[in-house]
């Protein structure tokens, strides 16, 4: 068919000819920038230290010129800024390295966890600009109650001179629970069940023109552990992140992403049964995980106040109060058991401890290990490792801030 159309009596013209392929290269054009833009930004965002323009271009083989180019317009952007140059070690100009901007484009993080609730500001360098952290008990609370207090911490982030000055690239709030399509289904600790927050918060996001993402605290709290800001690598790229509170959530990395299962629902290590006739989960089953190392849990089985600080059980442990020292072996028994079926299940051998775990990663480790050892079919070739990350209590909130800045430096062309 289309050679009968070259031999027509009435050929296209020079002008059809010449005009016609015009918009598909200037489309071409256009993506090879975009790609290019999101190149340069992800190398500097990934890179440990402050790069120059020639560094990007001799890492990811554009010319000197296009790199520079780019830069140019990242930095116009506020994506980007440059630092005082480096001092010269040949003929030249010496040279000014790239790094991300602060202060330029923020992100407000939410959480809702059972002991508090967090806002927080954070630009693209990671810095936090403001922030607001309420300590309270949220155990089967009212969402109408506590929703509209969250919307009063984040009217108070929004409206300082930092935040207020800054782009803001939206809002992002961690839950414990499943969520799906904006919805929270099922948060058993806090007692919430088929709860939209966007209804309670919308008023508070919507003068700064921000939407409301909902996403799973453990998810987000995982986007945080061995990095320092947003975009960076991580330590390791594979792990399963605990995340602590009453109750255990997990997020589950593999190669740098989150996954998160066909329904957005995977993680739920603390609702793994340990044992059948065990004590009642929030849950409705027995003998979960998180009934033997949930924070509250673990320091009643010690005899400590539910209200006390990790640090105390670390204190009992030490002095060797059998309480104390029963409840973190009960604990580490049901993490092995829970761990080892989802390590046997996914092959990552490293864990991460988050949440109230981190500050009890010292006195859990050696058991938690030796049960992991002995449980992990794999554990002769892939020795599983238990390390730990910040001491942050609330680092959900600022992997839900983080979550949004990385889609700025995956896509830098939509925000020039």
């Known amino acids: 068919m289309s050679r009968a159309n070259t031999t027509s009596e009435s050929p296209p013209s020079l002008t059809s000819r010449t005009q016609a392929p015009a918009a598909p290269i200037s489309a071409r054009q256009s993506s090879l920038r975009t790609a290019n833009l999101a190149l340069l930004a992800g190398h500097v965002f990934a890179a440990p230290e402050p790069v ?28 980007l800024t440059e630092l005082d140059p480096s001092p010269a070690s040949g003929p030249g100009r010496p040279a000014v390295p790239l790094a991300p901007a602060r202060g330029t484009f923020v992100a407000v993080g939410l959480e809702v966890n059972v002991s508090r609730m967090a806002v927080r500001a954070i630009d693209l360098s990671g810095q936090v600009l403001a922030e607001r952290v309420v300590l309270d008990d ?6 109408a109650r506590v929703l509209p207090r969250l919307a009063e911490l984040a009217t108070d982030v929004l409206a300082l001179d930092a935040v207020r000055h800054a782009r803001k690239v939206g809002a992002a709030i961690a839950l414990p629970g499943l969520v799906s399509h904006e919805t929270l289904l099922r948060a058993p600790n806090l007692g919430w069940e088929r709860i939209d927050p966007r209804r309670y918060l919308a008023a508070a996001l919507e003068a700064d023109g921000l939407v409301l993402r909902l996403g799973n605290e453990a998810n987000f709290g995982a986007l945080t552990a061995g990095r320092t800001r947003p975009a960076a690598p991580h330590s390791d790229p594979s792990y399963i992140y605990l995340s602590g509170e009453n109750g255990i959530g997990a997020g589950i990395v593999r190669d740098g992403q989150v996954m998160l299962g066909a329904s957005g629902f995977a993680g739920e290590i603390g609702h793994i049964q340990v044992d059948p006739t065990g004590p009642l989960c929030t849950c409705g089953n027995r003998g979960c995980v998180e009934r033997y ?51 046997n299940v996914l092959d990552i051998p490293t864990v991460i401890l988050g949440g109230h775990l981190a500050p009890l990663a010292e006195i859990l480790r050696p058991e938690l290990e030796a049960e992991l050892r ?21 680092p959900a909130v600022t992997g839900a801030a983080w979550s949004l800045l990385e889609e700025v430096v995956a896509d830098p062309a939509t925000w020039i």
Not at 53 to 79: F, N, Q
């Open 138 to 143: 949220l155990e089967a609370s009212d969402p």
């Open 293 to 343: 190392a949930g924070r509250r849990l673990i320091l009643a089985a010690a005899g400590l106040d539910e209200a006390a600080a990790p640090e105390e059980l670390v204190t009992a442990w030490e002095s060797a109060a059998p309480a104390a020292r029963q409840a973190v072996t009960r604990a580490a028994q049901a993490l092995g058991v829970g761990l080892s079926a989802a390590i």
């Open 52 to 79: 120059s323009r020639a560094d990007v271009a001799a890492a990811t083989g554009m010319t000197r010129s296009t790199a520079s180019r780019l830069a140019d317009d990242l930095v116009a952007a506020g994506i």
């Open 374 to 394: 002995q449980r992990v079919l794999s554990s002769r070739w892939s020795v599983p490792q238990v390390i730990t990350t910040s001491q942050d209590q609330t």
